[in-house]
């Protein structure tokens, strides 16, 4: 059976064919139309262009929940302007976190990226335009040297100025976070 995207997709696909317009289309036409609510779209699209209830539903969830940045904007904003020299750090990072396993999964937002297993475990942050903060979910291990106490959500935190700082060492911390994930 169908996921409800898959379902949605197949729709927006078929949309120009059903009902004369692309869903881009669409969305002008309601951005224009001065409804807000969905209900109020989908009575517009339903009575005044003759849309079926399950494209007018659609639409109208489209118009008032438009699609999130993509992963790719997200981290290529988080790496633009100043913090554009950090970018090769944090894909070392990535590519690390990658090869801890297959079930390793990467969440970027808008001001980090996220990497879990069954919880998150590490944590890029741009946080300065000359570093990465690492946060690493080690509760229990002793917070010294490099490896400072940090917050909540990530225990520690190592702060990474270029690929070189991500040695041997900091991968090793990595990997027990993961394992313990």
């Known amino acids: 059976m169908a996921t409800p995207e898959e379902m949605a997709q197949k729709m927006i696909a078929n949309m120009p064919e059903k009902t004369g317009k692309s869903l881009e289309d669409w969305l002008q036409i309601v951005a224009g139309s001065g409804q807000e609510k969905h209900g109020q779209i989908v009575k517009f699209l339903k009575t005044d262009h003759a849309m079926g209830h399950g494209f007018a539903s659609l639409v109208a969830s489209k118009a008032l929940n438009p699609e999130p940045a993509s992963n790719n904007d997200l981290i290529a904003t ?57 946060g690493l979910a080690l509760k229990g291990e ?40």
């Open 78 to 134: 988080q790496y633009s302007g100043a913090k554009e020299t950090l970018k090769p750090l944090h894909d070392a990072i990535i590519d690390y976190a990658q090869s801890l396993g297959e079930d390793v999964e990467l969440a970027p937002k808008k001001t980090s990226h996220s990497i879990r297993r069954s919880k998150q475990f590490a944590l890029i942050t741009p946080a300065t335009k000359t570093r990465i903060d690492l």
């Open 142 to 181: 002793d917070a010294s040297g490099r490896l400072e106490a940090y917050n909540a959500m990530c225990s520690h935190r190592v702060r990474l100025e270029s690929t070189d700082s991500f040695d041997d060492q900091v991968k090793g911390w990595m990997r027990l976070a993961y394992e313990r994930a």
